[in-house]
């Protein structure tokens, strides 16, 4: 059974850090484009950044410079390193496997002082 699984979400302060895990299963991903996004309460899903099977990087312009995505493909996971956070990145995070229905089920991250 093909599944993704986010963690690492939680509270913190603004300017703090947090670090996402996407751990993978059922399926070797490291062929495929791997995606972070953000839903709000009330707000559209927001793609965040994705990472090719390359490593070649892009970012959705509000996370430029403070949001870092990578992977390590012998653990078939991805990782969202989110720095100076902002009360405006609180969401729900998920990840995808890019051009696939291929989700998880999300990890909570809330900037709140």
């Known amino acids: 059974q093909v599944r993704l699984v986010e963690s690492g979400g939680g509270l913190v302060q603004p300017g703090e850090s947090l670090r996402l895990t996407c751990a993978a299963s059922g399926r070797d991903f490291r062929m495929y484009t791997l995606a972070w996004y953000r839903q709000a309460p009330g707000n559209e899903r927001e793609w965040v950044a994705e990472?090719?099977?390359?490593?070649?990087?892009t970012y959705e312009e509000s996370v430029k410079g403070r949001f870092t995505i990578s992977r390590d493909t012998a653990k078939n996971a991805a990782y969202l390193q989110m720095n100076s956070l902002k009360p405006e990145d609180t969401a729900v995070y998920l990840c995808?496997?890019?051009?696939?229905?291929?989700w998880g089920q999300g990890t909570q991250v809330t900037v709140s002082s």
């Open positions: 990472i090719t099977s390359y490593g070649s990087t």
């Open positions: 995808n496997v890019a051009a696939t229905n291929i």
